[in-house]
Every structure is written in structure tokens, then in C-alpha cells.
């Protein structure tokens, strides 16, 4: 089975961070963008962050460009997202999706959260001000 499964969400306050973790099974990275998308109550999904296998470059949302950091080990098959300087309108939860896509860009952070090969269980991420 093709599996992602999240973890590392939790409650901070404004400016603190967290780290989110997305472990693959049942594949590999090869091939994948993989990202993270996230739904706050009320509002519709958004991608956040995505690493593009096809230019091994990352792509933000402007809402969290120079805050959040997508990194991927390919060795331990886990993509990360290092979330720093949190505000409450970050308080969300958040889904890895893995999209296989042979050509990188912005288009990824749209693509994700409605088209998909693999999606994986939220994390809940609170900021409390």
C-alpha cells in the first residue's frame, strides 16, 4: 500500500517552532513532488510548501515564504517541514501529498491538495497569540 503518514503537530505559541515529519511506505520519492498542505476550520485546503523531484527545487505559498523550510531525506523516505516564527493564522492541519509530476513549479502548490497519488493523516498545528 502507498502510504504517508504525518507527525510532529502540537500547541505553540506566536513565534516558536515546529517541525513536521511525512514518512513514505509502500514507495519511493522518485519521481514525486511531494508538499505539504494545510486547512485551517472554515477555509478551503492551500499548499504550503513542495519539493519537486523533477528540478529539485521547493516552492512556498507567500504566506510562509521565509518562515517555512521543506527538506526531504530520500534515504529515510521522509519529507520535513521545518515551520519557524508561527503566527496564528498558521493554525491549521496540515497533510503531506505526494503528486508524481515530471515538471516542477508553482503549479504544484495549486495541483496538491485536489490532485494527489498519495495523501497522508493531518497534524494538527495550534498558535495560540
Known amino acids: 500500500d502507498v502510504q504517508l503518514q504525518a507527525s510532529g503537530g502540537g500547541l505553540v505559541q506566536t513565534g516558536e517552532s515546529l517541525r513536521l515529519s511525512c514518512a513514505a511506505s509502500g514507495f519511493s520519492f522518485d519521481g514525486y513532488a511531494t508538499g505539504w498542505v494545510r486547512q485551517a476550520p472554515g477555509k478551503e485546503r492551500e499548499g504550503v510548501a513542495c519539493f519537486s523531484d523533477a528540478d529539485y527545487s521547493t516552492y512556498y505559498a507567500d504566506s510562509v515564504k521565509g518562515r517555512f523550510t521543506i527538506f526531504r531525506d530520500n534515504a529515510k523516505n521522509t519529507v520535513y517541514l521545518q515551520m519557524n516564527n508561527l503566527k496564528p493564522e498558521d493554525t491549521a492541519v496540515y497533510y503531506c501529498?505526494?503528486?508524481?509530476?515530471?515538471?516542477?513549479?508553482?503549479?504544484?502548490?495549486?495541483?496538491?491538495?485536489?490532485?494527489?497519488?498519495?495523501w497522508g493523516r493531518g497534524a494538527q498545528v495550534t498558535v495560540s497569540s
Open positions: 501529498a505526494a503528486l508524481r509530476a515530471r515538471v516542477g513549479g508553482l503549479w504544484l502548490l495549486r495541483a496538491l491538495p485536489y490532485e494527489h497519488d498519495a
